[in-house]
């Protein structure tokens, strides 16, 4: 293997001819250089340096390996100015996991305002509920989750993770048109305790919210079907089969039909959204950019989609 330090060393002997004066470059003695020099030749097995009156010059041997040599040194140099960059937080790659409308809500818009900010940062998004991303970061896979409270979520005090508090944001209740409250301005979860509904799966954090906020109304919900995607419970509602409680932001520009949404009366019905990292990299300067930038897209959608 062929040492970086001695191919500098060639480099800078034939930039000055000699070896006394490539020592001074160097601040090596000139003892020093003669002897990396010998060792170079002896792992390439060919003679790199002939005399040339007082000093030496490169032998074809010694082009052949400077050249190649000024090829990987430079590439060393990127390297090193990659990694200072990443060391201060200016380029690197972040994975970020998060459910579906949190990359609506705010990484798509931290992603824009990253991208302007500092450009040599790079955000992976993957897609996944808020159960399935914690264990992804605690497991090493991703360095940042997008996550909604559930009942099984680590506690903000967990040993493993560190949780930055985004946004909240209201459940709005999703009635079929003709739905005896459709015409009513808002609607309380209790109104709705003998009707049939449509919501998530059980492992979805949203379930956990709509279970919650039925029971703190004094009933537990007769659920008769069940999707992930929020407009498939609108579409399913629409078709008369159910009522149901839906993120505001999951209907955000989706063309309703057949449905009416109303604000929720009574005890508030939220989810709250958090950006969770493995405890002891949250100073990283890389995920520290990130959150700050989260922070600053959750700001913005605030006034939306906080209730």
């Not at 999707?227 to 509602?237: C, G, N, P």
């Amino acid at each position: 293997m062929i040492d970086a330090r001695k191919l500098r060393t060639l480099r800078a002997v034939a930039d000055h001819r000699t070896v006394t004066a490539a020592a001074a470059v160097l601040h090596l003695t000139p003892s020093a250089v003669s002897q990396q020099l010998a060792a170079l030749d002896n792992e390439v097995g060919h003679h790199l340096l002939v005399r040339d009156g007082r000093g030496v010059r490169l032998t074809a041997a010694g082009e052949i390996l400077l050249a190649h040599g000024n090829t990987v040194l430079a590439q060393l140099e990127r390297a090193e100015a990659e990694l200072a960059a990443y060391a201060e937080g200016e380029k690197g790659e972040v994975t970020v996991m998060s459910f579906a409308t949190g990359i609506t809500t705010v990484v798509g818009p931290a992603m824009t305002a990253l991208r302007a900010a500092a450009p040599g940062i790079r955000m992976r998004v993957l897609d996944a509920e808020g159960d399935a991303s914690l264990t992804r970061v605690l497991d090493g896979h991703a360095d940042l989750a997008v996550a909604v409270e559930y009942r099984g979520v680590p506690r903000e005090d967990g040993r493993r993770l560190i949780r930055v508090p985004l946004y909240a944001e209201p459940f709005d209740a999703v009635l079929p048109w003709d739905h005896r409250l459709a015409g009513k301005e808002r609607v309380n979860v209790s109104d709705l305790a003998d009707e049939q509904w449509v919501g998530p799966y059980e492992g979805n954090p949203c379930h956990d919210v709509v279970m919650l906020a039925c029971e703190f109304a004094g009933f537990q919900p007769r659920v008769t079907h069940y999707s992930d995607d929020f407009r498939a419970v609108a579409a399913l509602a629409g078709a008369g089969e159910g009522v149901a409680l839906v993120p505001r932001s999951a209907l955000r520009g989706v063309g309703l039909q057949d449905v009416v949404v109303l604000p929720v009366s009574g005890v508030p019905v939220t989810r709250r959204v958090f950006a969770a990292v493995r405890r002891g990299t949250e100073d990283h300067p890389l995920i520290r950019r990130v959150l700050e930038a989260l922070r600053g897209a959750a700001e913005d959608a605030r006034p939306e989609s906080v209730g």
